[in-house]
């Protein structure tokens, strides 16, 4: 079984910026694309950003430009920095592998964007 652990969250102003982590229990980035998703209040879970095991990286129209997915294999951590923050930012953030393996799901970093 794999824990992702996520961190990194907080209250942050518009235009402002995070970087967020999360910490896998085992060695899973060099097998598996990894993404990171975000769920808002009333709204489904969306993928924002994912990274290949070959570093490919791609990500949600919404992010593009502003949002960059890392990870390091070694440190068994994937990140994800958010510039430029905006208020439909706020969600609760989570990582997963790509396509997400529902016993995965760790408890997320809470993100919320506000003057």
């Known amino acids: 079984q794999v824990q992702l652990v996520e961190s990194g969250g907080g209250l942050v102003q518009p235009g402002g910026s995070l970087r967020l982590s999360c910490a896998a229990s085992r060695s899973i980035l060099s097998i598996y694309t990894m993404g990171w998703y975000r769920q808002a209040p009333g709204k489904q879970r969306e993928l924002v950003a994912a990274?290949?095991?070959?570093?490919?990286?791609n990500y949600g129209d919404s992010v593009k430009g502003r949002f960059t997915i890392s990870k390091d294999n070694a440190k068994n951590t994937v990140y994800l920095q958010m510039n430029s923050l905006k208020p439909e930012d706020t969600a609760v953030y989570y990582c997963n592998v790509r396509p997400a393996i529902s016993g995965y799901w760790g408890q997320g970093t809470q993100v919320t964007v506000s003057s």
């Open positions: 990274i290949t095991t070959g570093g490919r990286v």
